[in-house]
């Protein structure tokens, strides 16, 4: 088991109060397989994490645990002592100082695997965090948090660096992915994209099995809890747009979840910040051509899905020219351009790849 005690998993000073923090220790125990008694016969280790794989703190080390003996009732209350003892030992585990102002997933991944080198039989790594590096190839202060093509980057470049661990043969799951009490929170295209990011990375690594949710348990923080002086770290910030230039067009990207409630072309109160950074960037281009196109995923229907697609264009056309941007056309696509692609695995629904689909783009040409 491994949990991020980083800092961007405490609340700081612009948190304001009643913000709920990810309660790591309780996400941990509740997680399928960890109760123990599934842990019976097996070795445990636990650690906390923050910057490097160096600074990994292995509070419980390779841990026998001992099968429960005795009658029904004996057994029960044995497994409860167990259980309380796991989380009292992680809450102490995630209530320690961050060690570095750093966060790296990977790190963690990597002493896991150094610690399960010389495991038999079935191996699982349990890993709660935020998902938010900021530090070696998955580093993210930097990313748009939008389709593919920057997850198949992004897992090249850490292929390229030796940052993949190898987990072949283990089973891993991460848990808590865009979990965090500072900053603003991720929309849901955002929390989709972060989720398909680690499960891609995590499948490079050879697992077995990835599992990766954006579920976690949540509490409210004790007073004095906050992250320790000078420990500090790079904020990854979710960005309301993002750009990709090609050549002399520069496509400006809108979440769909930024900007409209499901199923609706009616701008949301939340879209106006994005709205008024996309302008700002607009401007600063000095364009010569600008265009507006919306997307949707692949439910609901052809017909609607190219009804809604271009109403969501045209709303975002009319926000623009209200903030004095001229826009030359507008077009509604539904889900014939996908950023993410397959939008079912196996007959089931991936919505991660949906929400990363339901977008508007601005298509910005400038002069050369």
């Known amino acids: 088991m491994l949990l991020d005690r980083s800092s961007s998993t405490r609340p700081d000073k612009a948190s ?52 429960v003996k005795g009658n029904d009732t004996l057994k029960k209350d044995r497994g409860s002592a167990q259980r309380r003892c796991l989380e009292k030992r992680l809450r102490e585990l995630s209530a320690g100082a961050p060690g570095a102002d750093r966060t790296d997933v990977l790190g963690a991944l990597a002493a896991a695997a150094d610690q399960l080198s010389s495991a ?40 390229r660096a030796g940052e993949l661990p190898d987990l072949k043969g283990a089973e891993v799951d991460l848990l808590g992915i865009g979990r965090s009490p500072r900053g603003e929170a991720p929309s849901s295209s955002q929390t989709a ?18 599992e990766v949710a954006a579920t976690a348990r949540a509490s409210q923080p004790e007073a004095g809890k906050g992250t320790a002086a000078g420990t500090a770290e790079p904020q990854v910030t979710y960005p309301a747009v993002s750009e990709r230039p090609k050549g002399r067009v520069t496509t400006i990207t809108l979440p769909g979840s930024v900007l409209f409630d499901t199923d609706r072309a009616e701008l949301s109160p939340a879209a106006r910040s994005a709205l008024d950074r996309a302008a700002l960037r607009i401007r600063e281009l000095d364009p010569l051509v600008v265009s507006v196109s919306g997307h949707t995923d692949s439910r609901g229907g052809e017909r609607r899905g190219r009804q809604l697609s271009l109403a969501r264009a045209q709303a975002v056309r009319s926000a623009l020219a209200g903030r004095g941007i001229a826009v030359d056309s507008a077009h509604g696509y539904s889900d014939d351009r996908p950023t993410c692609t397959p939008e079912y695995r196996d007959g089931a629904p991936d919505y991660a790849a949906m929400a990363c689909n339901r977008r508007v783009e601005i298509a910005v040409t400038v002069r050369r």
Do not use: H, M, Y
């Not at 399928?32 to 599934?38: D, F, I, N, Q, R």
């Not at 398909?196 to 990835?210: D, N, P």
């Open 16 to 67: 304001g109060p009643g913000v709920r923090v990810p309660d790591w220790a309780a996400t941990l125990v509740a997680a399928e397989g960890l109760a123990p008694k599934e842990l019976e016969g097996g070795f445990l280790s636990v650690a906390g994490f923050d910057g490097t794989r160096a600074t990994v703190d292995w509070g419980v080390d390779q841990v026998s645990v001992t099968p």
């Open 193 to 210: 994209w972060l989720t398909a990011l680690w499960t891609q990375l995590c499948e490079a690594t050879g697992a077995s099995s990835c």
């Open 120 to 159: 038999r039989g079935d191996r699982k790594i349990v890993v709660a965090t935020d998902g938010l590096t900021n530090t070696g190839c998955a580093d993210l202060r930097s990313a748009g948090f939008d389709g593919t093509e920057e997850i198949k980057a992004t897992v090249e470049r850490c292929r």
